[in-house]
């Protein structure tokens, strides 16, 4: 798959659902804890391991995103450098999308999910667009 498949799968998904949606992003970062063993740094040094922190949130219509390298990009000018974006869908109801309201508390239940490790049911992509699994 290319890059771009698992966000075009996300995308073609939002569009098919029968209200509208906006798509939820928070971008995260790692960090290395104060009391990390000297095998956990060198993970964390060759670019695995460590604790995901929360670096910018973000909603957008689906018909605003076509390609997941211009996210990165948007990305790249507005937050700091990050390694996996968390990706969910919010549905509205009947015609109407989600609310601002309702847009403000899913991502900032999307903002605690990942400050605590509860990674289920958002999609996880690295940077080039793979997909990110946790152990």
């Excluded at 290395?32 to 957008?60: H, N």
């Excluded at 549905?91 to 400050?115: F, H, I, K, W, Y």
């Amino acid at each position: 798959m290319n890059s771009n498949s698992h966000f075009h799968q996300l995308l073609q998904a939002a569009a098919a659902q029968p209200s509208p949606q906006r798509l939820l992003f928070v971008f995260a970062g790692a960090e290395l804890p104060d009391d990390a063993t000297a095998a956990q740094r060198a993970r964390f040094e060759a670019g695995e391991g460590g604790a995901l922190q929360p670096l910018a949130c973000v909603d957008k219509h689906p018909e605003e995103l076509s390609q997941f390298e211009a996210l990165v990009e948007e990305s790249r000018a507005t937050c700091p450098p990050w390694r996996v974006v968390f990706i969910a869908a919010l549905g509205g109801t009947g015609n109407q999308g989600p609310s601002d309201g309702q847009v403000d508390a899913g991502l900032g239940s999307m903002v605690e999910s990942v400050r605590v490790g509860r990674l289920q049911g958002m999609l996880a992509l690295d940077p080039h667009g793979n997909p990110v699994s946790f152990e």
